[in-house]
């Protein structure tokens, strides 16, 4: 007999299999590993980690890489915002540079953000600045089994420097992003909602970006689809970031935990699937190109072009990263003033600039883990 035991997702209510790594409804971590809960051994290894992943093999060695202007504004911007995540920063300027070269031409209002998180990476996307003042990683819950599922109205205080294009909507499941994204003043409307099942009205968007798109699971993901064919206009166009299938053997942990487990090193194994955090399965969607195609075109949706977005060097980096040190970290600044957090803050962004400026040089290739697609929802004639 199967057993019939569910586990509650904490965030959403959804009813999961007793099993289930991450919720099937909205992608909440349930049976991983809480940052709070790394131990010294643990945080000893992802030092060694981020010491290795800083120096990718592949980049030009004794000379700095600059990258072109636009890309490092960018990087700025977000790193001015994720500032004790930078495998974040870069990750998403490499994202931002991506939909800027298709934004003159493909992108139009009304924009549709599905899974817009807390806002703040379409809003830089689309030109919005924020003062250095900002901190989007006050008044988290560092208990948490996701620190940043949490709103603090009286800590966090967006500061716009310079205002960008306003983007029409944004959908998210989880009322405390919707929260943090409404304090943006961006967003001309904010929705609870599943991507699933949108109160969009039919053909009422001319473009849509989705970040949550790969990370549903199957069903989930055809439903999410079909939503967005429904509520595209037509001549309307999905931006979809992607992960391929190269993309769990382009993490730092998760192979690492297979190596070990051929060797027969059961402890060490267990180590790095700890440390994976279920990360290489939680992006769901790690497929080809064409089972992409086949899925949109159902909904008479079509990828009309494509670009190779991260490197496996950028990869590597965003799988290590600051992410393991945020509870001991946070727990300091913390307990600083705002002045000295500030200063920090300004240090450590100066720091890094230089090492992500060169991961951002290597180029992606064609078997890299992650591409952004250009889905066109055709026009009628
Ligand atoms: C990978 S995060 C990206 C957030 C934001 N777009 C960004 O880039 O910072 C995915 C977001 O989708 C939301 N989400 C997950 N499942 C969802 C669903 N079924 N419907 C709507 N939003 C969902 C999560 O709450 C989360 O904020």
Redesign the pocket.
């Known amino acids: 007999m199967p057993t019939l035991e569910v586990q509650a997702c904490p965030a959403c209510g959804h009813g999961n299999d007793a099993d289930a790594v991450f919720c099937g409804?909205?992608?909440a971590p349930l049976r991983v590993r809480k940052l709070a809960d790394l131990d010294a051994d643990d945080l000893r290894l992802c030092a060694a980690a981020l010491a290795e992943v800083l120096e990718p093999p592949t980049a030009p060695k004794g000379r700095d890489v600059e990258a072109d202007a636009h890309t490092a504004e960018l990087l700025d911007a977000y790193l001015n915002l994720y500032w004790l995540r930078p495998e974040t920063a870069l990750w998403?300027a490499i994202d931002a540079r991506t939909v800027h070269r298709w934004r003159s031409e493909h992108v139009r209002a009304p924009v549709l953000?599905?899974?817009?998180?807390?806002g703040?990476?379409?809003a830089t996307m689309f030109g919005t600045r924020f003062e250095d003042s900002f901190d989007v990683f006050a008044g988290l819950d560092l208990q948490g089994a996701d620190i940043f599922d949490a709103y603090d109205r009286q800590e966090y205080r967006p500061a716009v420097a310079r205002r960008g294009d306003s983007v029409a909507c944004g959908?998210?499941?989880?009322p405390n992003?919707v929260r943090r994204a409404a304090s943006l003043g961006v967003y001309e409307k904010l929705i609870v909602?599943?991507?699933?099942r949108l109160s969009l009205p039919d053909a009422s968007v001319s473009t849509v970006y989705s970040?949550?798109l790969r990370?549903?699971p199957d069903a989930?993901c055809e439903a999410a689809l079909r939503e967005v064919g429904r509520v595209l206009r037509p001549g309307g166009h999905l931006i979809l970031p992607a992960c391929t299938p190269a993309w769990r053997d382009s993490l730092y942990f998760y192979p690492r935990g297979r190596a070990e487990a051929e060797a027969g090193n059961v402890e060490a194994s267990r180590r790095m699937a700890e440390l994976d955090r279920g990360r290489s399965i939680s992006f769901a969607q790690q497929i080809s190109e064409q089972e992409w195609r086949r899925r949109l075109e159902r909904f008479d949706l079509e990828i009309v072009a494509r670009e190779h977005t991260h490197s496996r060097e950028t990869t590597r980096f965003w799988d290590v990263g600051l992410r393991p040190f945020a509870v001991p970290l946070l727990r300091w600044v913390n307990g600083l003033d705002a002045h000295a957090r500030l200063l920090i803050k300004r240090a450590l962004v100066q720091t890094l600039k230089k090492p992500l400026a060169r991961l951002l040089s290597v180029p992606p290739g064609a078997d890299c883990p992650h591409v952004t697609y250009l889905v066109r929802k055709p026009s009628r004639v």
């Open positions: 409804r909205c992608v998403q953000d599905l899974g817009c998180g807390d703040t990476h379409v959908v998210d499941i989880r992003m909602g599943d991507a699933t970040n949550v990370d549903l989930g």
